[in-house]
């Protein structure tokens, strides 16, 4: 969801990096989920997106549990 955010921004990795004082290596890395961000790296991250993290919050919620509805009920399919 970062990367797609980042995107619809229209902001590349190497621009956000600059922004954060950090490396595309670590944007990159952070959207692969190579690397876990904490709140506080979260809240840095869509702030220099001009995102508004409670927002940008409420709806990884709303996907998060999306997506674990589509895992159960693949589940169920394939126990059948």
């Not at 004082?21 to 809240?43: H, Y």
């Not at 409670?54 to 997506?67: G, P, S, V």
Request: net charge positive; glycine share 4%.
């Amino acid at each position: 969801m970062l990367k797609v955010t980042r995107q619809s921004k229209g902001v590349t990795q190497i621009e956000l990096a600059a922004r954060l004082g950090n490396t595309q290596t670590f944007v990159s890395k952070m959207e692969r989920g190579g690397r876990r961000l904490d709140a506080i790296e979260l809240i840095e991250v869509l702030e220099a997106l001009e995102v508004d993290p409670k927002a940008w919050l409420d709806q990884f919620i709303i996907e998060r549990k999306n997506a674990q509805k589509r895992v159960k009920s693949a589940r169920k399919i394939s126990m059948q």
